[in-house]
């Protein structure tokens, strides 16, 4: 399995589909193929926060998983291939339109095992409040590209607190335009300026650290 | 133009140049791009504005006479009409599909397939006809009907239009209050042509991992269209930068930058700046990996706009002796900030990156629109009292001594049907002057090609 990890750790999209192949073909459990693809997926994600991946890099080792899932499923019972770290919603902000970085974290939150509920963009805060009540998520992501959207940010968050949920459900800003400045405006819990914050944030608000 | 004003204006101008020849300058240079701010304040919703010139040319009225304090000022009326008449679906529109008050948003996707990198190389006119335009112009889908020449018939004659309007705004803007624009003219990085407008995000990540060959020809075959177009809309003085606006390389790393971006980036900046212009290249997202290779542009001709998540400081120490850096000042600081907070930083830029006229005031790229009034102020009092390093006159504007000097451009026929053809298939016996008529046939030839390659 070590050359399998190292294959997806070093972005080798062919090498990586024809190992899982053989693997399976030998009968190795499916369930142990993709433990090794996690592990991959992990140093992936490490490599990006020490900054010797960047972004495209991060994203391609999605891309990597979504060819080896296209192998591993016909071998996964229906259990192992849903998600199971946690549910998590998530949307573009009433105003924009941009996915572009929304889509990029959440290809990351499924590679890293969670459920996502994604709203689609030019979310009004309703929809944002409706979904965190009916999901019974833990973490809301606000994604923008506009710096015009730092009222809406808030405006969302605060139609939470009306809605008695604030304290039920951790919410992170997302976007190049989001800063510690702009998370105290909003009275958001943190904020992300890279995908991978965004799956740490995760990691951290149901417990898998 | 009144002495005064010419004075004015000459001030205003030389200064700007000087800043970017990094020659000495009386003081800190002000051509702050304000685009949206002034959008903000001007009282119109941005659909008014895109829509109606008198509300675009009261836009600019109004922020002069607001601030007198800047040297420069792009006063342009940006039409969105055409894309209206073609349905580009490239972008949503203010006041037709979003917030009459929202900027126009641009909607990423893989427009071009994976697969159609053949075509778009060796035919660049025949794959946006066939392919990309019925895919990205809603009113050319049904191609061939009368309802698409109609289209294509308005874009061309909204085009003409819309510049005619927007020369007659600059002319009272230079002439009424002395200011002249910040660039003329503009060159896109292949890349992000590439990336931008064919195959999103998504789709360019793949590529450069599956088919990179593909990736690095098709940048040079972009290079080749957008040089020989810029040039075209350049200052043909030869002293207004040509503008350019790197918008993906903040997603690539060093080894990808190198190998997909640069090497395109470089070749077109290098071809204008040979030729006697300058550029003002606005550095979008986090460039703090490939600062490096600024430093390889010569001395004194690159205005660098850098964004909030590139490191102004480590900018200046690699490249601050060459040429001049902007930004610096934080959006968020703008539009949430207080005006002591905006003074301060822009006295620590004045004297870390600006200490010997090396910076430009801006905040990531533009001054945002919900950027506080008091706050903008305070950027241009604060270049007051702590930017000015004489009293003396600001410099003249320099005359470019390379007027002559013409651009190593590659070579591009850009005829769909040559006059030659057109003679011969149309059965001209041509009794009369031949030479008037092919010089004619081949303008609006070389238009059209154009605006088939820069349709979006």
Not at chain 1, 66 to 93: C, D, F, R
Not at chain 2, 90 to 110: C, H, T, V
Not at chain 2, 228 to 240: F, N, R, Y
Not at chain 2, 289 to 301: C, Q, V
């Amino acid at each position: 399995m070590k050359e399998l990890v190292a294959a997806i750790t070093n972005l080798e999209e062919e090498a990586a589909v024809a190992i899982v192949e053989k693997k399976l073909q030998a009968g190795v459990s499916a369930h142990d193929v993709l433990a090794a693809c996690n592990e991959g997926l992990i140093a992936v994600g490490d490599l990006f926060s020490e900054g010797e991946y960047f972004l495209t890099e991060l994203m391609f080792s999605g891309e990597i998983m979504n060819s080896i899932m296209e192998k591993l499923t016909p071998y996964l019972s229906a259990g192992e291939t849903t998600a199971t770290k946690g549910k998590v919603v998530i949307g573009t902000v009433l105003g924009d339109i941009h996915d572009v970085g929304k889509n990029i974290v959440i290809n990351l939150l499924k590679g890293h095992g969670y459920e996502v509920i994604d709203l689609g963009i030019d979310v009004p805060a309703a929809e944002f409040v409706k979904a965190v009540r009916e999901t019974g998520t833990k973490v809301l992501g606000l994604s923008a590209l506009l710096n015009s959207t730092y009222p809406e940010m808030k405006t969302v968050i605060d139609e939470l607190k009306k809605a008695g949920l604030r304290d039920s459900v951790k919410v992170i800003i997302g976007g190049t335009i989001c800063s510690e400045k702009v998370r105290e405006f909003t009275g958001a819990d943190d904020f992300a300026t890279t995908a991978i914050k965004g799956v740490h944030f995760c990691n951290s608000v149901y417990g898998h650290e | 133009m009144e002495e005064s004003k010419q004075q004015l204006y000459n001030e205003r101008l030389g200064r700007y140049l000087a800043a970017i020849r990094r020659k000495p300058i009386d003081r800190i240079s002000t051509s702050i791009p304000v685009g949206s701010y002034a959008d903000a304040i001007s009282g119109y919703t941005v659909q008014e504005l895109m829509y109606d010139p008198q509300k675009a040319e009261d836009r600019a009225v109004q922020f002069l006479k607001k601030y007198p304090e800047v040297d420069t000022f792009s006063a342009g009326f940006s039409s969105t009409v055409d894309f209206d008449i073609l349905n580009s679906r490239l972008y949503r529109i203010p006041g037709r599909d979003i917030d009459p008050k929202s900027i126009r948003q641009f909607n990423e996707n893989e427009w071009m397939k994976a697969d159609e990198y053949r075509k778009f190389i060796d035919d660049p006119i025949g794959f946006r006809m066939d392919v990309y335009f019925p895919r990205i112009l809603g009113e050319y889908e049904k191609r061939g009907s009368i309802r698409s020449y109609m289209a294509f018939l308005k874009a061309g004659m909204q085009q003409g239009v819309a510049r005619e309007l927007s020369r007659q705004i600059n002319t009272r803007i230079k002439n009424e209050f002395a200011i002249p624009p910040s660039s003329q003219g503009i060159v896109n990085a292949p890349f992000d042509t590439l990336t931008n407008l064919f195959r999103g995000l998504h789709g360019i990540m793949r590529d450069m991992f599956r088919q990179p060959d593909a990736v690095i020809e098709a940048c040079e075959a972009i290079l080749k269209q957008n040089l020989v177009s810029c040039v075209g809309m350049a200052d043909p003085k030869k002293q207004l930068p040509v503008w350019i606006g790197a918008t993906r390389a903040g997603f690539l790393s060093p080894k990808q930058f190198e190998k997909f971006y640069w090497p395109t980036f470089f070749k077109g900046l290098i071809v204008l700046i040979e030729a006697g212009w300058t550029v003002r290249v606005f550095l979008e997202g986090n460039w703090n990996a490939h600062l490096d290779y600024m430093a390889e542009f010569p001395k004194g001709t690159v205005l660098f706009d850098l964004d909030n998540e590139t490191d102004i400081f480590a900018a200046h120490e690699k490249f601050g002796d060459k040429n001049v850096i902007s930004g610096g000042i934080p959006t968020d600081l703008l539009i949430l900030g207080s005006p002591e907070e905006v003074r301060q930083r822009v006295k620590l830029l004045i004297e870390t990156v600006g200490k010997d006229g090396g910076w430009i005031p801006n905040s990531g790229g533009s001054i945002p629109a919900g950027c506080k009034p008091e706050n903008f102020q305070a950027i241009l009092d604060a270049v007051k009292e702590f930017g000015v390093y004489h009293t003396g006159p600001a410099p003249e504007p320099e005359v470019s001594d390379m007027l002559d000097v013409k651009p190593q451009l590659p070579k591009l026929d850009r005829f769909i049907t040559s006059w030659e053809e057109a003679k011969e298939t149309n059965n001209w016996a041509i009794p009369g002057d031949e030479d008037l008529i092919k010089k004619n046939w081949e303008l609006f030839e070389r238009m059209a090609y154009s605006w088939v390659i820069s349709r979006r």
